[in-house]
């Protein structure tokens, strides 16, 4: 099977979550990154007139795939450009709901907060993503060497950031600090990465507080150590802000505990409401604890979706 993945430039996260469902296809993927230009960028897909001339990236040409998957609202225009180029050849499957023109898609995949359903529609807990046994067990043996002396219980602190619904301010960085010192203080090994989205002062701040606790904070040179937390983890740290790296703590089985930033929207509060009624997450108050739950295997759900539909 012949897969494409077509992402936007930079959205590393949406493009995990296609190469996820391409990983339990057991397919390798060309990826096509690309960029759009005015006004396509605001107006795909509700608007796709004339869209391969606001598109800028990696060649859209046959032969055409088999598959396409589009990651998010900006690639479904330009997939719905491929499946009329291809005459409808390709399979067009797009992860995140599109927001207009659902029933000319393929499949659509969708967490259970997003509203899209239909007869195209596959609803998953979470986002699809990368993370299995197998990878887990890949990092574990790569990175217990540089990460193995760290005491246990080790805690993954996976820091995100400002974004359209949160904002992480100085205050909640602060507070944050504090509660990992204790932790660090108590006997935990402390595990913390950060993303762009995060700011060098909310950075400094938890270098701060974690100072002199034997923390491993990752400063973006050398390896990304990502997978390795996740693999090393006892217990998940997650801010509230990103879908992906809660959903990916999620496919671990390990606890989960989400880190409450300022704002939130009805969208992403009940995502984090299924995951608690679920039995995933938790809010972190400071102190963890241990429990189990079924670890999620949202991409195995689409891809059996995209098999079921080339069948019939």
Known sequence: MDVWVLV?????????QCLGVCDALRVTPTIKRFTLKQPWKTVSPYLNLGIKHGYDGDALNGPWPDVLIAGGR???GLALWVKRASKGKTMVVCLQDPRARRRA??????PAHDPARGKNVVVTTAAPNRITPERMYIAKKNWEPRLGHLRRPRIAVLVGGNSKAYTLSGTIAGGLGESLKKLATDGAGM???ASRRTGSDNLTILQAWLKDTGAYVWDGKGD????GFLALADVILVTA????MMSEAASTGKPVYRINLEGGSP???KFHAKLELDGIARPFLGSIENW?????????????????RRKA
Not at 8 to 16: A, I, S
Not at 105 to 110: E, M, Q, T
Not at 241 to 244: A, H, I, L, R
């Open 267 to 269: 969208r992403l509060n």
């Open 292 to 308: 189990n739950y079924t670890p999620l295997r949202d991409s195995e759900i689409v891809a059996a979706a995209i098999r079921d």
């Open 241 to 244: 802000d990103s879908v992906s």
């Open 74 to 76: 900006k690639a479904a």
């Open 105 to 110: 898609f393929d499949l659509i995949a969708v």
């Open 8 to 16: 936007e430039r930079g959205l590393t996260g949406t493009e995990n």
């Open 224 to 227: 990304n150590p990502y997978e």
């Open 191 to 193: 595990m913390v990465t």
